[in-house]
């Protein structure tokens, strides 16, 4: 249930920020969805589910970003299109990073920090 609160408010917060102790640069905790289908993206070329990529609306084509699931696991993945569409969502994982973080195709809270 605190799960489900958690997920609802930051939905209606539309992420909020987060120190991390490991380098204390702000880190915004985003609702994420999983996405695996193949199509084009909006850097170019086509999306290879396998890749550690995400999609956001803010950042541009090559941003990278550490992405840290509420597990503890982090990796580092390339922006490489654009979304996601469906209101309360802020990021979309390729199939690729949310198996490398231990995540199922399913809707998660993580923490993004966008590196430079």
Known sequence: MIKVMTLIG??????????TSENKKPSKQLVASVYWQPQNISCGGRFNPKEITFADRNSSCGTKARI????????????????????????????????????????HLVNVEYLD
């Open 10 to 19: 930051a939905c209606l917060l539309g992420g909020y920020s987060v120190a």
């Open 68 to 107: 840290t699931a509420n597990n503890g696991r982090s990796v580092i993945a390339v922006r490489n299109d654009k979304g996601p569409f469906v209101k309360g969502r802020h990021i979309d994982l390729s199939d690729g990073t949310a198996k490398a973080l231990n995540l199922g195709r399913s809707v």
